[in-house]
Nanobody, 128 residues
Framework: EVQVVESGGGLVQAGGSLRLSCAGAGFTFDGYAVGWFRQAPGKEREEVASISTRDGTKYYADRAKGRFTISVDNAKTMATLQLNGLTPEDTAVYYC?????????????????????WGQGSQVTVSG
């Protein structure tokens, strides 16, 4: 069974920072693209960022550009999402997800259904 384990999150004041991490339970991210999505109460799950483990290519949703940074370590064992300049609108459960693409490239359209495995979610709460 493929398990994605997340850590991080918490409560922070507006303007603060948090770091989210995820790792595979007993496997590396080789062959996978890694993505982060988030879901606020009463809203649909939305894309935040993705990264290719093949060449490090990154994609950021407009809501994340300039504030969030996605990364994967060289061993492809851990992915991180650094959240800076947080606002109350960023309050959501953040999910790490993997898309198996064989070569680790980001799926062309990054549709949510293209991501195969999901972490348990990490709560991020930003107070105003």
């Amino acid at each position: 069974e493929v398990q994605v384990v997340e850590s991080g999150g918490g409560l922070v004041q507006a303007g603060g920072s948090l770091r989210l991490s995820c790792a595979g339970a007993g496997f590396t991210f080789d062959g996978y693209a890694v993505g982060w999505f988030r879901q606020a109460p009463g809203k649909e799950r939305e894309e935040v960022a993705s990264i290719s483990t093949r060449d490090g290519t990154k994609y950021y949703a407009d809501r994340a550009k300039g504030r969030f940074t996605i990364s994967v370590d060289n061993a492809k064992t851990m992915a991180t999402l650094q959240l800076n300049g947080l606002t109350p609108e960023d309050t959501a459960v953040y999910y790490c997800t993997l898309a198996y693409t064989h070569d680790g490239r980001i799926p062309a359209d990054r549709y949510i259904y293209e991501f195969d495995y999901w972490g348990q979610g990490s709560q991020v709460t930003v107070s105003g």
